[in-house]
């Protein structure tokens, strides 16, 4: 096969910004006692308040997405990432902490993707289409800006990640690549038109890329619950307001 870029997984990263967005609006009640109790469902109550309750009823039904066109397996390199900071002092030494060898895209590697929004859906229209359109898609006029601006709440995602990495990294002198990467990501931010906004795909963003980490952090000690609960810290338990997540992935630089 040929490597290629899932519309479900570019589809996935539009819809954390869309809920992002969606929970500034909206204000989804996040107490651990409205989560599910199971773990890979957690989010599914604030899933189905902020969009819909089933796909049926799903007001993203109007955002679609399609696989990318194929590139050639040359565009495919073998890296090894690491999980900072795993190193440890040991009696030899210092540890190199955890590695895992990944299959990832080339840099500048360009992917090209159809994204669809039926416009019928979107316009005001009256009879059975408006009554069908009402039972599935609610209060769909509300929603309607998040569509129109995904750009502008793509940038505001991004900005927020940007601060936060170069936060965690500017005091961290052992991998002085990192900070430097996301300064220069910060560079090209700023360099961006009103119509373009980052994204981030893939293992390496991390947790805190791919939820509403900001959101769920506002209530300290309910964060801190559902960091237990859902066992999302490996080392224990995480104190009220301690930074999480506290690793990030990176890429090694060949030996």
Known sequence: GQPYLPGSSFKGALRTILAVAAAKELQPDVRINRLNSKRAWAAQPIEEFL??????????????????????????????????????????????????????????????????????????????????????????????????????????????????????????TDVPAAHHFYNRLVDQFQQLQKHQFMVRLGWGGGWHTKTLGAYLRQDA?????????????PTGKAPPGAPFPLSRHLLRRPD
């Open 51 to 172: 969009f819909g309750r089933d796909p049926t009823h799903n007001f993203l039904r109007v955002l679609q997405v399609g696989d990318s066109a194929p590139v050639t397996a040359k565009n495919l390199r073998l890296r090894r990432a690491h999980i900072y900071p795993t190193a440890a002092p040991t009696s030899r030494g210092k540890s190199r902490g955890l590695d895992i060898d990944l299959e990832v895209v080339a840099k500048d590697t360009t992917f090209e993707l159809p994204i669809h929004s039926p416009l019928e859906l979107l316009k005001p229209s009256v009879g059975q289409f408006e009554v069908r359109r009402r039972e599935e898609l609610g209060d769909w006029e509300r929603r309607v800006s998040w569509i129109e601006k995904l750009a502008a709440h793509g940038r505001a995602f991004a900005r927020g990640q940007l601060i936060e990495e170069v936060t965690y990294f500017q005091t961290r």
């Open 221 to 233: 000690a309910n964060f801190a619950a559902i960091v237990e609960k859902y066992k999302l810290n």
